[in-house]
C-alpha cells in the first residue's frame, strides 16, 4: 500500500454526522455530513454533495473528499448513492436516473442546513459518480459548480467498453443474458452478479483488475457495509447493469453552462479518454486538469496525489 493512501482518513478539526433525508420518490439516502469545527454557524457557507466510485459506498473515497474538503472550510455531504450502502432499495441495483436522484437529494438536505447557502452549493463525483453528478447537474441548476475526478462514464463503459474494446455482438450476448436472467429471477431463482472488482488476482490477471484488487480487497480501501456480504461488494446485479445501455450522461452536457465544470484524471488514467470526452463536449466555462503520474485509483485515496489545492480553488471561486 501506497505511504499517501489515507482512504479511511479522520481529522480532529472536522465534526462527522451520521445523516439520512428522502428522495424525491421517497425512499432514504444515507450520508455522512462534515462540517469544520470552527464553522460560524450564524451565517452561512458554502457545501458540497460528493459522490463516491460505483460499486463502492461513502466510506471509500467519497468520505475521504469530504473530510478533506471540510478542513479547508465547506460543508460537506459524502452520500451511499441509492441501493448501495445505508441507502434505501433493492442491493447492488443499477439505476442512473436514481443515483443522479441521489444528488439532488443531498443538494435539498445541504440547502434545509441553517449554516448552508442554499446558492453556493456543488457537485463532486469521484469515478463513476463522476457521470451522475454530471447527469444531476443537467436538470438541476442547483448544483452550480461541477467537479470530478477519475470519471468514468458508465454508459459508455459498458456499451463500448475502454477503447471501443465492446464489440456489438458482445453488447448483444450480454443483453440476453441479462434478458434471460430476469426470467431465472422472477421464477425464484437465485440473483446473478456481474463486473465489479475480483477477489483473487495472480500474475496473468489485468493490469486494471490488479489496480482495483489492491484498493478493493486490501485493508487499504476494502468496506463492507453493516449487514452485507462482503462476496457481493462492488458487484451489480446482472438484470440491472444493463440499464448502463441508456445511459448517456454527455448528450447535452454544454447546457450546464454556464455554471463551471472541472475534470481531473490521472495522466496515466486508464480512464482518461471519458474526462477527455467529456470536456470536449462541454461549454465554457470547464477545465480538464491532469494530475501528473497518477493511475484512476491513485485519485481514490492517495493524498499527496489528489489535488486538493485545485479543489479548494474551483469550489472557493465558483461557489463565493
Not at 151 to 169: C, F, I, P, T
Not at 218 to 244: A, I, M
Request: net charge negative; aromatic share 12%.
Amino acid at each position: 500500500m501506497a505511504d499517501d493512501a489515507q482512504n479511511f482518513y479522520q481529522s480532529d478539526r472536522v465534526d462527522a454526522q451520521a445523516v439520512t433525508f428522502q428522495t424525491l420518490y421517497q425512499t432514504a439516502v444515507a450520508g455522512n455530513l462534515f462540517v469544520p469545527r470552527n464553522l460560524d454557524r450564524s451565517t452561512t457557507h458554502p457545501a458540497i454533495v460528493v459522490g463516491h466510485p460505483m460499486g463502492a459506498v461513502k466510506e471509500q473515497s467519497a468520505n475521504l473528499y469530504a473530510t478533506k474538503l471540510a478542513e479547508r472550510g465547506f460543508v460537506t455531504l459524502a452520500i451511499d448513492l441509492p441501493y448501495w450502502g445505508a441507502s434505501d432499495g433493492a442491493r447492488n441495483r443499477v439505476s442512473p436516473d436514481f443515483y443522479a436522484e441521489g444528488f439532488s437529494a443531498g443538494v435539498d438536505f445541504l440547502a434545509s442546513q441553517s449554516f448552508v447557502d442554499g446558492e453556493r452549493i456543488g457537485g463532486l463525483g469521484v469515478c463513476g459518480s463522476g457521470s451522475f453528478v454530471i447527469s444531476a447537474a443537467k436538470i438541476d441548476s442547483r448544483l452550480k459548480a461541477v467537479a470530478t475526478v477519475s470519471m468514468y462514464d458508465m454508459g459508455q463503459a459498458n456499451r463500448y467498453g475502454l477503447g471501443k474494446s465492446v464489440s456489438l455482438e458482445d453488447r448483444k450476448a450480454g443483453i440476453e443474458a441479462a434478458s434471460q436472467q430476469r426470467n431465472v429471477e422472477f421464477a425464484g431463482g437465485d440473483i446473478a452478479y456481474t463486473s465489479g472488482c475480483p477477489h483473487e488476482i495472480d500474475e496473468n490477471s489485468h493490469p486494471i483488475a490488479k489496480e482495483f484488487y489492491d484498493f478493493y480487497r486490501t485493508p487499504r480501501g476494502e468496506f463492507t457495509p453493516k449487514g452485507q456480504s462482503s462476496d457481493l461488494t462492488t458487484h451489480p446485479t446482472l438484470t440491472s447493469n444493463v440499464k448502463f445501455l441508456n445511459f448517456y450522461p454527455f448528450v447535452d452536457i454544454d447546457t450546464i453552462s454556464p455554471r463551471p465544470l472541472l475534470f481531473i484524471s490521472g495522466d496515466q488514467a486508464h480512464s482518461r479518454e471519458f474526462s477527455e470526452d467529456a470536456y470536449a463536449r462541454a461549454a465554457e466555462p470547464k477545465e480538464l486538469y491532469w494530475v501528473e503520474g497518477a493511475g484512476h485509483v491513485d485519485l481514490y485515496d492517495r493524498v499527496n496525489l489528489i489535488p486538493f489545492d485545485k479543489l479548494e480553488t474551483f469550489f472557493g471561486e465558483h461557489l463565493s
